[in-house]
Every structure is written in C-alpha cells, then in structure tokens.
C-alpha cells in the first residue's frame, strides 16, 4: 500500500483545537488530480493542501488547494499552515509556494506568517437585491448593514454582504431555496458577511463548507468591498479580523491594505498556526 505523510494544523489561531484546520500532504508529486480531490474529501476540512518539489529551485515549495469538492486556484488559511509548517521543518523566515493563482512569498516573522495576496482584488458591481440577501440569510432586511452588497474577485470570488449588529451576524444561517437564488445572482458559490466591528462568517455549502472557521482569501477580498464602501484612506490601513466564534473555533486574521490615490496598491493578510496531528494516509488507487 502506497501512503504519504501529512499533518494537520489549526491555522489562524495559536490555540489548538480553534482556528482552522488544514491537512498539509507532502511529497505529493505523483498524484494525479483525482488523487488528490479524493483525499481532500477523505479529510473532509474546509481545504486540504499538497506540497510539491518546486519547478523553480529557488522557490520552497509547488502547491495546489482542494476543497473537499474542487480545486481552487488560492486560499489564505492553507498558504499561512503550509508557510508555518515549511518554515517550522527547515528553520526557514521566509517561504515562497508556487500556487496556481502564481507566487505566493511568505515571510514569518515570531511565528507570524504574512503574505501578500498574488491578485489585487476588485469589484464585480453586480446588483444584488438586499431583499433577497436577507431571506437567504434567515435575516429581517433591517439586519442588513450600510455597505453595498457586491461581488469582489481576486482569484476566487466572493459575494460580500454587511450585517448591521454582532447579534442579527450570529443568527445568520443560509436558507433554501433563497440561498441558492442568492448564489446564482452573484455568479458564486460562497458568501463572506461581516458586522462593523470586523466579525465575520462565510458560508459555502455547495463547495463542501458549511461554514469555514476562518478565510484569508475572503479577508483579502474584504479590501475591495471596504473601498468601494469609503472605509479605506490611503496609506496603510490596519484591520483585526475574527471569524469562527459561532462555531467554538474562534480566529484572528490581520489584514493591512496599502492604498494610493483612491486604489489599492497590496493586500497582506497575516496569522498564526499550530500543529495538531501527524500520519500517513494511503493514496488511492
């Protein structure tokens, strides 16, 4: 039987048991594509990663990200886990993944991993009603908040919508068949909600994720909603995120967005991991 090591790490905390867990597979070159989509759904996590020898030698490692579903082109949590656990193995302070959305550097710093995010994201202004945002979130449409709700890509895409009070945020739950209207409206399949005081939820049932614990790319894509809503100046702009608190696996994501003259320059996203399993799983046949 054929079987490759991997570890598991609570990424976007530095508590175990909270954060996000991430199934880091290494050694994965020989896997096919179907390989590796079937043993992101054995670990069934919001996102599982495999690490690769990198087609350039200066580069640390290649990588792809899997939902338990499909394969996605970049996400926050798994860069962050993968930078830690690479860095933590070779005694590295700097990581460098070739992801398929392209390079993505790492530098950790204390145990801190940031990256910059590889696409500067940017608005889909897309109309979605507020009515239909809020019967496909359980909400009253007086829960939904001031900001638009809108589309921002970046790589992946999300549909943002604000919620007036932490409390209508932490009743939100999606409702069918709104939910699936709402999805269809905005061209996506995930949606990223979020209260004033930077608590935020995201959603993706169709991919696989319930709800996730905490998103880096969907915090990434959060610079361009803010910009188009008037709550980025420019120079640098510094937000504490925290995401995961409805599901007992609370997280904290620093953003910074760097703007100038009215635009975004650079997105960083930063954040913690620990580790929490380690083993070797068998690669189908």
Known sequence: MQALEFEVWDVFTDVPFSGNPLAIV????????DQMQM??????????????APRDPSHTARA????????IPFAGHP?????????DKYNLN????????????????????????P????????????????????LKVSDIGLHTIDVHEGGPKFLFIPIKT????????PIEPHWSKLMISGGVSA???????????MFAPASGIPEDPATGSASALLASQLLSNGAIVDGENHFVLKQGEDMGRPSQINLTVTAQNGAIEAVHVAGRAVPISSGRIRVPE
């Not at 043993?39 to 690769?52: P, V």
């Not at 994201?121 to 945002?133: H, K, R, S």
């Not at 949606?191 to 939820?201: L, Q, V």
């Open 79 to 87: 860069t962050v886990g993968a930078a830690l656990m690479l860095a």
């Open 166 to 173: 932490r409390h209508a945020l932490k009743r939100a739950r």
């Open 119 to 138: 696409v500067v994201p940017f608005p889909q202004n897309i109309a979605i009603e507020t009515d239909l945002a809020a019967q496909a979130l359980d």
């Open 64 to 71: 792809r990200i899997f939902f338990p579903t499909a394969e």
């Open 94 to 117: 700097h990581v460098t993944l070739e992801e398929e959305a392209g390079l993505v550097p790492v530098e950790i710093t204390d145990g801190l991993a940031k990256f910059q995010a």
């Open 39 to 52: 043993m992101a759904r054995e670990f069934n996590l919001s996102e599982t990663i495999f690490l690769m």
């Open 191 to 201: 949606a990223y909600i979020y209260s004033s005081d930077f608590d935020a939820r």
């Open 26 to 33: 290494t050694g994965a070159d020989a896997l096919s594509t």
